[in-house]
């Protein structure tokens, strides 16, 4: 069955499709749009504010398990809580899950082309190791990026954390929202948001991967 879109619309277009495991409101969907692609998200919770093409409300595993395949490439933004410093100073660990290590496989089995994102604590290879500050953005947000081409070859400027860079903190959830590039949703959903020019930056690079390949099967 063709992917609709908001109000059951038929989508029907040229662009390479791109599934988002555990998309939240569209931080990552908005950067591969901007990179060319048509992007489904998939979230266990309804994400009313979602800015990709497709939503799904089911679970990100399964869904990976059973039509990863029929998208051209994906990503998924496994939570980070197990992982991250913050969470081992303000809360337990063992109370959030680990969907980095059943997810990976489920990629690896997919045959496609996949990024994995988290925190640079997280278990994973930071083939792209991005910070906001490396796109003109005034905030510091690091995230990895693990990536089944070993990365890409384009270079972006080294971060520079200079005093004129938002912080993080409650009472400036909006502005901080703002500085990250989404605009569109709440300050609850950006807390776990990434800015949209990481994946961007790592939507173009796939494409330019997908080229390859396939001339490479070409070729052959």
Known sequence: MPPRGRGGRVV??????????????GGAAHGYRLAGWHVTGVDLVAQPNYCGDVFVQADALEYLSEHGRSFDAIHASWPCEKFANVTGATGDRATHPDLVTPGRPLLVASGRPWVIENVPEAPIRAHYLLCGSMFGLHVRRHRAFETSWSGGPRLTPPCWHHR????????????YADAMGCTWMTNKEARKAIPPAYTHHIGTDLIDALTTRAREETAA
């Open 12 to 25: 029907s277009d040229l662009r390479p499709r791109l599934l988002d495991l555990c998309c939240g409101a």
């Open 164 to 175: 004129d860079l938002v912080p993080f903190d409650h009472s400036r959830e909006r502005a």
